[in-house]
């Protein structure tokens, strides 16, 4: 599939994107190891999360739905997962994959982990590290890449982990482990990251302590079923809000936007740039805190991104970067370097993408500058990551002629109907087969 999307154009309305990705693929996860019964609501029913969904289907957990976000999961406590038929496929979700193998290294059985092209060229070295050093057996491809052959065991020890970079997806994989392991798994991360995990397990009732950066927690607990209400997904929001601030005469409303303080990155940089953002009825939902998000249009200006930003935007930067694109001025990424190894290098990726569109950026090894001025138009590779794809499909919207986006099949995996949204709100937005 591919997008064809028109020049010029405003954002105007009101609109709740889908569930929070992070927080379905937790619920699914933490539902299947608690004791009794998990209901989810707002689950996002995007080809991430639902892979997630079906390797706990083939290993052993009975799931109801999910229709229309709800979902019922039956849990069978932290022992009752049964060795799969057949290998789990995780699509390209790195979420699920990393954050399973945590899972998988507490389990009598043996699993093999596989995924698409793009997943199994995503490096899993930064989780066979630490899990080795608790005491699981793990293979790999070449690189440390995918497939994964996992042999775990009731045999676990606690460690002490220093995360050698800010990884939300390696804590949490970490702790995941640690409720298996004999005695105290604790991590340390040089800088905040979501803590979507933590709260989530709290939520299960299982208990942890967070302070000054580290976060700790003892094997052999519960988890017991409970009640989840899924907040919007601040990354997708995230798509709409710069799409608001960029094109003139916008005015947009979002709904039920997760707000959790380590994911709210996006939105600090944008009103660093100038952007016009107000967050209201601000409240707490299944210990998450939600708000409502309006957006006006306005004029940004090109920033040096602050640093202690950058992991609570990480997954926001491609959009992001078609903000700086459309700013007055130059803004400069540093201290980037996960970008690199997400769906797609990501500065690479969009670095490739401006340059079509005639805007001016140097790639650095952690980062990008990137110049503000007139984005023309043309065809742009998206190297089948669906941030990339969203992105430029955004810019069209200041574009002197039309942007044509290929190879958008993924767009499914965290925004369904991303394009029918959209152009409900304005976006001259068109998507056929790329065959056509």
Avoid: W
Wanted: charged share 20%; proline share 4%; net charge negative.
């Amino acid at each position: 599939m591919e997008f064809l999307v028109a020049p010029g154009g405003s954002i105007h309305g009101e609109a709740r994107v889908p569930g929070d990705k992070s927080i379905s693929h937790r619920s699914v996860m933490l539902g299947a190891m608690a004791t009794g019964e998990t209901s989810v609501k707002g689950f996002l029913q995007g080809e991430d999360a639902l892979a997630t969904v079906a390797a706990f289907r083939a290993l052993g957990v009975e799931i109801e739905g999910p229709r229309k976000g709800a979902m019922r999961i039956r849990g069978v406590g932290l022992r009752g997962l049964r060795e799969a038929s057949t290998r789990l496929d995780m699509g390209n979700s790195g979420t699920s994959m990393r954050l399973l193998c945590g899972i998988l290294a507490g389990q009598e059985f043996s699993s093999e982990l596989v995924g698409d092209a793009s997943l199994m060229g995503r490096p899993m070295q930064r989780v066979i590290t630490p899990l080795t050093r608790m005491g699981a057996t793990i293979v790999s491809g070449d690189g440390g890449r995918p497939p994964l052959k996992i042999s775990g065991g009731s045999s676990l020890r606690g460690i002490h982990y220093d995360l050698p970079m800010a990884s939300a997806q390696v804590k949490s994989c970490v702790l995941l482990a640690g409720l298996f392991a004999e005695g105290e798994t604790s991590v340390t991360e040089p800088a905040p990251t979501r803590d979507h995990t933590e709260r989530m397990l709290r939520g299960f009732g299982y208990e942890l302590q967070s302070r000054d950066g580290v976060t700790s927690l003892r094997g052999g607990g519960q988890l017991r079923g409970c009640e989840i209400d899924v907040p919007s997904d601040i990354s997708s929001a995230a798509f709409l809000m710069v799409a608001a601030s960029i094109a003139p005469g916008s005015e947009l409303l979002l709904t039920h936007v997760g707000v959790n303080p380590t994911r709210t990155g996006v939105i600090s940089i944008l009103k660093l740039m100038g952007a016009d953002i107000t967050l209201s009825n601000e409240r707490e939902v299944g210990g998450e805190p939600v708000a409502d998000i309006f957006v006006r249009s306005a004029s940004l200006r090109g920033i040096d991104i602050p640093r202690d930003l950058v992991p609570l935007a990480i997954d926001e930067f491609p959009v992001l970067f078609i903000a700086a694109a459309c700013a007055e001025g130059r803004t400069v990424l540093r201290g980037a370097e996960e970008l690199r190894v997400k769906e797609s290098d990501r500065i690479a990726s969009m670095a490739e993408g401006l340059t079509t569109l005639g805007v001016s950026n140097e790639v650095l090894d952690d980062g990008i500058i990137i110049d503000g001025g007139p984005i023309s138009g043309g065809t742009i590779r998206t190297f089948h990551d669906h941030r990339i794809a969203m992105s430029f499909a955004v810019a069209a919207l200041r574009a002197e002629n039309e942007i044509r986006i290929l190879d958008c099949d993924h767009v499914a995996t965290s925004f369904p109907d991303f394009d029918a949204l959209t152009r409900g709100l304005g976006l001259q937005i068109a998507s056929r087969d790329g065959g056509e």
